[in-house]
């Protein structure tokens, strides 16, 4: 056996591995859309792991699997802003609206 036959057999294992293992979830783009006065210092979680600013996650979005999320905005001196979306095949998009707490 040679060196190139014996290369090609010892790849086939991991392009046999890889073509039947698991596949990629399918994700769907979402959006958040926010008003002029929102704090674009915001902070954004999804299913309590932290994305960034509220500033940065409205203007470039995120992809989000197939299924069910928590989306949380939360910034001092607001009320937290809370919704349960589910994500599919067509594209989200969110009015969020942070309201202030009265002094």
Avoid: Q
């Amino acid at each position: 056996m040679n060196l190139s036959r014996a290369s090609a057999l010892a790849v086939l294992p991991l392009a046999f591995a890889l073509a039947c293992g698991p596949k990629p979830r399918a994700a769907t783009s979402f959006k958040l859309v926010t008003e002029k006065a929102a704090p674009s210092d915001a902070s954004v979680t999804i299913d309590e792991e932290y994305i960034g600013p509220l500033g940065w996650v409205a203007a470039r979005g995120v992809r989000l699997p197939v299924g069910e999320h928590r989306i949380t905005i939360e910034r001092d001196g607001y009320f937290p802003f809370d919704a349960l979306v589910v994500a599919g095949r067509e594209p989200i998009r969110l009015r969020v609206k942070l309201v202030r707490i009265p002094d």
